[in-house]
């Protein structure tokens, strides 16, 4: 059988006619203008591809393209991605949540369909605030965060997005930047080809409730000392070449090596970065990496090959199918013990 011709579209049809609704200088912004760049790119008609989200300033995501959307609940997005993904799976299917929606009421979705290791794609928009509800702290909140909620500092201790879907299983873990632009496309065609499910954590800014909250990494002459660029064959090297600096990682706790000019990082100590270590154990090291001690990683942290979960359903079903028969619904229904409930 022929292979289908693959589509060709632009990105204003990807476009919807909806007035986007986000406060001006929201990063959501920045985000929204990358997916529609690039879903041109991935070869899958509109058709065939689905966005769903949560609740929450990013959950508006569904309204702004013209695919096929579903604006759902509270925290359930990945559990309604799951049910389409499993009932179609020739579906491109994409989660839209953030550090609110996914990580406190959605937590326990997320990391189900996480593990199942569905064939999709998961992008997280980390402000680390609640901007929807007018700036309650969220679940990535830094410690000492001043809110509407937390006046004198939030006490809570921070989850980090990288390290809980690391923790969850997931195949495939990168981060991002939102006005990051070439870097940002260049992580959503990764996560659109894996196979499985590849979480992208996208550091976003909310100009209105915690501004500035990335400012080391989104501006770009502050990026160079503040960012680790992570290149899957390369050093951990960042910082200017006057001023080198490495990683390395010994017993699975990162440090800071110092380089010389002319220093060779390896011979140093500089740690290699694979994406492809069976373990997680190096990418919990590196999502370990936070500021102002260390820079903050940028790409991504993991990527492993693995059964997923709606072609292990799919061979499952047919498996019954050629050792049963197709079945019938109500032979079923009659089986057994029946009784008449009578008027």
């Known amino acids: 059988m ?12 990807w476009v919807s006619d909806q007035d986007v609704r986000w406060c001006p200088g929201c990063g959501d912004y920045s985000v929204l203008a990358n997916v529609q760049k690039v879903m041109p790119e991935l070869g899958v008609a509109r058709e065939n591809v689905v966005f769903v989200s949560g609740i929450g300033c ?12 579903f604006h759902t609940i509270h925290g359930r997005a990945p559990a309604f991605a799951t049910g389409i993904k499993a009932a179609r799976p020739e579906l491109s299917v994409w989660v839209v949540t953030g550090d609110g929606d996914g990580l406190s009421i959605g937590g326990n979705h997320l990391l ?12 997280l928009f980390n402000n680390r605030i609640y901007g929807l509800t007018k700036g309650q702290y969220s679940p990535t909140s830094r410690e000492g965060s001043k809110s509407k909620s937390s006046p004198q500092g939030a006490i809570d201790h921070p989850i980090d997005p990288i390290a809980f879907a690391l923790g969850a299983g997931a195949t495939f873990v990168a981060r991002t930047i939102d006005v990051d632009a070439i870097h940002s496309q260049e992580m959503l065609h990764r996560a659109h080809a894996h196979k499985g499910t590849s979480f992208v954590e996208i550091l976003q800014n909310c100009p209105v409730y915690n501004d500035a909250e990335w400012e080391e990494v989104e501006n770009r002459k502050t990026r160079v000392e503040a960012a680790l660029t992570l290149a899957d064959g390369e050093p951990l090297l960042w910082g200017p070449k006057s001023a080198r600096r490495g990683i390395r990682i010994h017993d699975g706790v990162p ?5 010389a000019d002319g220093d060779d990082p390896v011979a140093q100590g500089v740690a290699v970065h694979r994406e492809g270590h069976e373990s997680p154990a190096y990418a919990f090291a590196l999502a370990s990496l936070a500021r102002p001690q260390f ?12 059964s997923t979960y709606e072609r292990m359903l799919d061979d499952q079903v047919k498996n019954a199918l050629a050792e049963r028969g197709t079945g019938s619904l109500e032979k079923l229904l009659y089986s057994g013990d029946t009784w008449t409930v009578e008027a």
């Open 2 to 13: 022929a292979a289908a011709p693959t589509p060709t579209t632009n990105r204003k049809e």
């Open 58 to 69: 990013s959950s508006r995501f569904p309204y702004y393209m013209n695919t096929y959307g």
């Open 112 to 123: 189900h369909v996480i593990r199942r290791n569905l064939d999709l794609q998961i992008l």
């Open 255 to 259: 440090s800071i090596v110092t380089l």
């Open 295 to 306: 820079p903050i990683p940028i790409g991504v942290f993991r990527a492993v090959e693995k």
